[in-house]
């Protein structure tokens, strides 16, 4: 994002970084968050998403780098001083309030006339399907209840800036996709900004209009959802998004330019043109959905024998015999059964292309680029 308009950008990180006891849990973390934006952290257990919405947050001081909200530097400001709105996966709620109450309790705070108040926490509790429990205590609910009641709390407010770390870990799954769909619609709404800390990744491809993807305290690629999954910058990023998982194949390259070709221990000499990988050994990635299958042999097609079908309902997925390896095969329910032979093979235009040693990825369609 360089050259962004400062007026437009709410949240800048630069150069972040945080240790704790000589470990480097966030790297030199660069981000910007455009108003309005919704974007994800996304990324394991322990890769530094949560550490680094605790430095935002104020929360945790920073070893070194800056963080600035609005143009200013908010690295040594209060928490109460930073303007932001925080949920957090604790959903620590006033158990001993209603509902009605722990929803009106930042209003308050704020002064808000009481009829404001009251017609904003009834909006709010229609959005969120809290209507019947605005006279329950809050240490009479459920999971799922507190952390509506949380993400409700803080969103009456209308922060500026809206933190959330990991709000839906803790509600099953068809509340969870109702919700995303909601908190959605309310953040376009209310053009709120939203940095949103996940290891989700269908939460971080649903909702997000950018994604940060991390391991080891490092942003590996900020992208739109879309250039994520299909132009991944590496091979951790290939891997951890999509379900099935990309299919990792070794492979050979030799040739170059427009004589290079890619071989697998199946497949011989398919070209992909490339001139940003040298020849030798490297990985061929390729997504299940990009692999044709058949019942019949066809040009190119090798025989498969599928060891396991997976039912995803509208889609099965076949785990079928590659060489010494498996491949993973989506298809229409009813395709194949365990047993069966088919057949396979895969157009190198959805491929991707991993360089072995250092897990940097290229595709077919940057061969003129890197000219």
Do not use: W
Not at 252 to 263: K, N
Not at 286 to 310: D, P, T, W
């Amino acid at each position: 994002m360089k050259g962004a308009d400062t007026g437009d950008v709410k949240l800048e990180l630069r150069s972040l970084r945080k240790v704790f006891d000589g470990v480097e849990a966030v790297k030199e973390s660069n981000l910007i968050l455009k108003r309005g934006e919704f974007l994800s952290l996304l990324g394991p257990s322990g890769c530094g998403k949560s550490t680094t919405l605790a430095m935002i947050a104020g929360f945790l001081e920073p070893t070194s780098g800056e963080i600035l909200i609005d143009g200013k530097p908010v690295t040594h400001v209060p928490v109460q001083k930073r303007r932001i709105g925080l949920v957090f996966q604790d959903y620590a709620i006033f158990t001993k309030m209603s509902v009605r109450k722990n929803l009106l309790f930042g209003l308050e705070a704020q002064k808000v006339p009481r009829a404001e108040r009251e017609k904003t926490v009834d909006e709010f509790a229609e959005k969120l399907d809290l209507k019947g429990l605005m006279k329950a205590r809050g240490g009479e609910l459920n999971m799922s209840e507190m952390q509506r009641v949380a993400l409700a709390r803080v969103l009456v407010t209308k922060p500026e800036l809206l933190l959330l770390d990991e709000p839906m870990s803790n509600l099953d799954a068809a509340l969870r996709a109702s919700l995303r769909g909601e908190l959605k619609r309310i953040q376009k709404d209310l053009g709120q900004t939203v940095l949103y800390v996940t290891h989700d990744q269908i939460e971080a491809m649903s909702m997000s209009d950018r994604i940060a993807v991390m391991n080891f305290g490092e942003n590996l690629q900020i992208a739109s959802p879309d250039d994520i999954y299909h132009r991944p910058k590496n091979r951790f990023v290939a891997e951890f998004i999509g379900d099935p998982p990309i299919n990792m194949i070794s492979c050979t390259v030799t040739g170059s330019g427009r004589s290079q070709r890619v071989s697998t221990e199946v497949h011989k000499d398919i070209p992909f043109e490339t001139k940003v990988v040298s020849p030798g050994d490297h990985v061929l990635g390729i997504r299940a959905h990009h692999i044709v299958a058949a019942h019949e042999a066809f040009h190119g097609s090798i025989a498969a024998v599928v060891k396991l079908v997976e039912n995803f309902g509208s889609e099965h997925v076949l785990h079928v015999t590659y060489g010494q390896d498996l491949l993973t095969v989506m298809v229409q329910p009813g395709f194949a059964r365990e047993g069966d032979e088919v057949h396979v093979s895969f157009d190198l235009k959805d491929a991707h292309l991993v360089d072995r040693n250092s897990g940097a990825i290229y595709h077919p369609d940057e061969r003129e680029a890197a000219a």
